[in-house]
């Protein structure tokens, strides 16, 4: 059967119906104010004509915002660009042209880590929603989420060695390059974990990241607590779970003319008074909003689990990640 141009349009009539949300990103985001500093990366001077014409740099930042929507990997991004007819839609692709292969997607996110281009593409897009009327307000929540890799298999000296700071010696340059040295095991609610760190900073009025921080997942929460801080922010309310609630962090709130809305936290010897539990149900409800912002990240993507190797990229990814998220949160708001 001959497909015609009303067959396409039916189809994607159809998928906007099912709440694709590809389509709004596509049309609500100025794309082209990313163009220039993605451009850096292709600013070093080409030896020779020779060879394939290098994909646009906008189209290859798409692929990744899409990889980082679905938590895809390098392999499956390919297979589902050239499967899926929404992810070929989103890049104004058609099904004669090229898609960037699993080799040259790697090798453009490599070349964006380290020239530092995510972070400023994620500041870049900060000042964007300021310009559009999303300011930060009302305060804001600070949290941190596991952000699982996959488990290394070494020795318990290996272990030890790492843990110190230090790399096995008879490792060659190629164990080396397969082996994570940065990610570390951590427990919560019993249940051990291996990897990193999402810290981040989530405005009360939109929901939208405002910073982040990636660090092993050993790194407490309240570490990094203060360089997450937005002073920007309309409202100078924080709240924040018990993780981060000391005397010394209380303190510095203090000193920095914060008002704190910490959780309070019993034990075994001290519980809670009626007054402190009512204390923290008032304030969980403002709090409990930046679960949202984990839960649409794992909503689309499944296991968040990140295929990365040492917290440089890992960085780079949950960077991708969170910019996903604050075009996709955007286009939500815009909407409404």
Not at 97 to 120: N, S, Y
Not at 195 to 200: A, D, L, P, Q, R
């Amino acid at each position: 059967m001959q497909t015609g141009l009303l067959d396409w349009q039916i189809r994607f009539k159809q998928l906007d119906n099912g709440g694709d949300p590809l389509p709004k990103i596509q049309k609500m985001v100025d794309w082209k104010r990313f163009r220039p500093i993605l451009e850096v990366v292709r600013d070093k001077q080409r030896k020779s004509n020779a060879g394939r014409k290098p994909f646009d740099v906008l189209l290859m930042f798409k692929v990744l915002i899409l990889q980082s929507l679905y938590n895809l990997s390098d392999e499956q991004t390919e297979f589902q660009i050239r499967d899926r007819l929404s992810f070929m839609r989103f890049l104004d692709l058609s099904l004669g042209e090229d898609v960037p292969d699993a080799k040259t997607l790697w090798l453009f996110r490599e070349q964006l880590t380290e020239a530092g281009v995510i972070e400023k593409a994620f500041d870049q897009f900060e000042a964007y929603l300021c310009e559009q009327g999303f300011s930060a307000r009302k305060g804001q929540i600070v949290d941190a989420s596991i952000v699982p890799v996959p488990k290394q298999r070494n020795s318990r000296e290996e272990n030890k060695r790492i843990k110190q700071g230090e790399v096995p010696e008879d490792w060659s340059e190629q164990k080396k390059r397969q082996k994570d040295t940065d990610a570390r095991w951590t427990k919560k609610n019993g249940q051990n974990y291996y990897g990193y760190k999402n810290h981040i900073d989530v405005d009360v009025k939109h929901k939208l990241i405002r910073s982040y921080e990636v660090t092993p997942a050993s790194v407490h929460d309240s570490q990094v607590f203060e360089d997450l801080l937005d002073e920007d922010n309309s409202s100078r309310d924080v709240w924040a779970d018990s993780a981060y609630r000391s005397e010394e962090k209380l303190r510095e709130l203090k000193q920095r003319r914060y008002r704190e809305h910490l959780q309070r936290k019993g034990c075994k010897h001290k519980k809670l008074t009626d007054r402190e539990a009512q204390g923290n149900r008032t304030r969980s409800r403002i709090r409990s909003r930046v679960e949202h912002v984990f839960g649409v990240q794992a909503k689309r993507a499944g296991k968040l689990i990140v295929r990365a190797i040492g917290l440089f990229r890992v960085k780079a990814k949950v960077g991708l990640r969170n910019l996903a998220y604050n075009l996709d949160r955007f286009c939500v708001l815009v909407g409404a």
